[in-house]
């Protein structure tokens, strides 16, 4: 027991060390000459190119001397193209595609081929995904691709993403807006922020949202969302910030359980006729709380954070889909009840030194993190056959409760945690002033409350060479890893999911380093996944870790200003997936090509300087809904439209999002003898914003 209680403190252990560091470094440079504070805006250099530093690398270089592949999406490229959700906004990145809600549960992501790509919240890895983040709540929002468990640990080997919140700001800001649509939907906003006192030592920000939302199905439930975040920060002194981040989320949408196509993966009824009874309802209570506590020297740095995240997910009483019946055109109905919870406590700490060895600059980055994971689920069902949909005239029957069903199963699991810490090291050295090479190990280790422990080392390397102050060349070879759950006939957890990356690229700064391109070209192998064994029973059988996929393609992603009047963001991704364990067949979801295009254009030439047009398309190309690649899922080609005024304190804007109104799939949940259900894209929407800055 001495044993296990010092484990499970090691990594809190490792973080109080290296605060202790941050004491030694400030002793060390308490004498050094303190420079002028900067504010730093939200914006970017021009209208859509991203900052020179993304927040989710917690080695704090830039990004043109990192040897990864990195997009930001910024707030107003955002607010340009009138962006509902964050899917809306990742799914720009090439070779990133969404596939579904898990019912209303998880924003699913896949990348480069992969899924299961983690959302990092302020560049913080939460265990469990969390659905639905309100989208005017960040600054921006970051893609990075690859394999890259070194900072941030369980990690798909597709890459992963970061919501940056928007912080205190010590200028003083007041924005209203109110969105509406044609659903009908309605949602005021707010955005204050400034500074509480006379030396501006102490600000903060405050975002809320209100949402009503009537839904383009044909459920009977309308969404209503709540949403406040206050934040405040305090300058201790010149060199230490310490930041308090609050967010409450009351949300309540209609049950998502999608629909059907058939076996030559057509949709099989129009999409506004939903699978869920229309009486169903998924509400959602998320509380988030924590500190950033920043120290800044001359040459090295600190940063700590801590998070605490309280959500509960209510299902309650649902008719779930279990078979379709193709002769008939109808989905067998079952009932059940579902309610999670969750609550984590999530630590961080970064420590970054600048310092010459041998004539060389390094840039050492040292960091731990912990996180201990609580969760709980109510969960019943009852397989009797409740009754028969047809879906092109859905007549459904009065929603049932729990107490009309006493022979439910109750499939639910008392409150347990997991735990998991890691700690890496990374340097970044200048070899020339044109040439930096970077290399860093992490150790990482998990454990269920009543499971086995699991850990796993993943080394990163990389290079970058600057050909001239617009051009550079990188490679790289990272990895990362996934606890496997499953067991082998010993009834020992099976070692962790990996995955090797390799990766070239070109960055390049064009049109007066006002616009960004990233060529990549890239190859992923993924390994150790379980598989079922062949020599095990049916019934209570065990798994070995022998599945292996791979993937390997072609991508690039350019943003900014091509003039002082035209911005553009867009992407192109071609990507070769195999399953290696089903003939090298495709990878369930992934399309070989997808394309992104949005631009907008100041009408100064028509002395209308203060009003612009825009638009693009999105492309998604031909994918397969399941894993023997028999049924196949259409491509979708989805054009968007927008108007809008912006002059002084206004602003207003006007678009069409799926201008044809294109029925099409995001992706498939599931494809087996009982039907294949799929998740689809949201149909035409009209969208009108109006705002005024104080």
């Known amino acids: 027991m001495k044993n296990d209680f010092s484990k499970k403190n090691l990594s809190i252990k490792l973080c109080a060390i290296l605060l202790s560091s941050s004491a030694l470094f400030a002793q060390e440079e308490q004498n050094t000459t303190l420079l002028e504070t900067i504010t730093v805006s939200g914006t970017s250099n021009s209208n859509y190119q991203s900052d020179e530093k993304a927040n989710l690398n917690r080695t704090k ?82 893609i990075l691709k690859g394999p890259d468990s070194l900072q941030y640990g369980e990690s798909s080997p597709g890459g992963l993403v970061n919501l940056v919140k928007k912080k205190p700001t010590k200028n003083s800001l007041a924005q209203v807006e109110l969105e509406v649509n044609d659903n009908p939907s309605y949602s005021p906003k707010i955005d204050l922020g400034g500074a509480i006192n006379n030396d501006k030592s102490l600000y903060f920000r405050l975002t809320s949202v209100l949402k009503y939302d009537e839904g383009w199905t044909n459920s009977n439930t309308d969404t209503n969302k709540i949403f406040v975040a206050p934040s405040l920060a305090y300058d201790i002194n010149d060199n230490n910030t310490i930041t308090f981040i609050t967010e409450y989320t009351k949300e309540k949408t209609p049950s998502d359980f999608g629909t059907y196509v058939n076996d030559k993966g057509k949709l099989i009824a129009p999409i506004k006729n939903m699978i869920s009874h229309p009486d169903e309802k998924f509400e959602k209570t998320q509380k988030i709380a924590g500190f950033d506590l920043d120290s800044i020297f001359d040459t090295w740095s600190s940063n700590l954070k801590y998070r605490y995240i309280d959500y509960e997910g209510d299902n309650g009483d649902v008719h779930m889909p279990q ?67 047809n879906l092109s005239n859905p007549v459904y029957q009065h929603l049932t409760n729990l107490s009309d069903h006493p022979t439910a199963r109750n499939m639910s699991a008392k409150k347990t945690s997991v735990e998991s810490w890691g700690t890496f090291i990374q340097d970044n050295i200048n070899l020339t002033d044109d040439l930096i090479f970077s290399a860093g190990v992490r150790y990482s280790e998990s454990k269920p409350q009543n499971g086995q422990r699991t850990d796993a080392t993943t080394p990163s390397f990389g290079l970058v060479y600057h050909l001239s102050s617009q051009t550079s060349l990188y490679t790289n070879y990272s990895e990362s890893f996934t606890p496997n759950s499953a067991m082998d006939k010993n009834g020992k957890i099976l070692d962790p999911e990996t995955g090797k990356g390799y990766e070239f690229g070109v960055k390049q700064k064009l049109f007066d380093d006002k616009f960004d391109l990233t060529t990549a070209f890239f190859k992923i192998e993924k390994e150790n996944i379980a598989l079922a064994d062949p020599n095990a029973p049916a019934v209570g059988g065990w798994s070995i870790s022998s599945g292996k996929q791979e993937s390997q393609g072609f991508e690039i992603d350019l943003s900014g200003d091509i003039t002082p009047n035209l911005s553009v963001i867009a992407s192109y991704g071609y990507v070769d997936t195999k399953n290696k364990d089903a003939n090298n067949k495709d990878l369930r979801n992934i399309p070989n090509h997808t394309a992104n295009l949005f631009t907008t254009y100041k009408l100064t030439a028509l002395n209308l300087p203060d009003y612009y047009i825009g638009g693009g398309a999105k492309y998604i190309g031909n994918k397969y809904a399941d894993d023997a690649n028999n049924i196949q899922l259409d491509s979708a080609l989805i054009y968007n439209a927008t108007i809008g005024y912006k002059k002084g304190n206004w602003k207003a804007n006007l678009s069409v999002q799926n201008l044809t109104d294109e029925e099409y799939v995001d992706g498939a949940l599931a494809s087996n003898a009982v039907g294949t259900r799929v998740y689809v894209g949201t149909p035409r929407t009209v969208l009108a914003t109006i705002g005024y800055k104080f």
């Not at 955002?78 to 809306?88: K, R, T």
């Open 61 to 142: 270089i830039s990004k043109e001397d990192m040897a990864k592949s990195i997009q930001t999406f910024n707030q107003n490229f955002i607010e340009d193209a009138q962006l509902q959700n964050i899917d809306d906004v990742i799914t720009m990145s090439s070779n990133t595609i969404y596939t579904g809600s898990s019912h209303g549960r998880a924003n699913q992501i896949s990348m480069r081929g992969f899924s299961g790509v983690p959302i990092l919240l302020d560049g913080m890895k939460i265990t469990n995904k969390i659905a639905r983040p309100e989208i005017f709540a960040y600054e921006s929002i970051e």
């Open 323 to 389: 078979r379709y019946n193709h002769l008939t055109n109808t989905v067998t109905m079952a009932y059940a009840y579902q309610k999670q919870e969750f609550q984590e406590h999530a630590l961080q700490e970064t420590i970054n030194k600048e310092f010459d060895l041998f004539g060389k600059k390094n840039n050492l980055s040292i960091g731990a993190d912990y996180n201990k994971a609580y969760s709980k689920l109510d969960m019943f069902f009852d397989p009797t056959q409740l009754y028969n949909i």
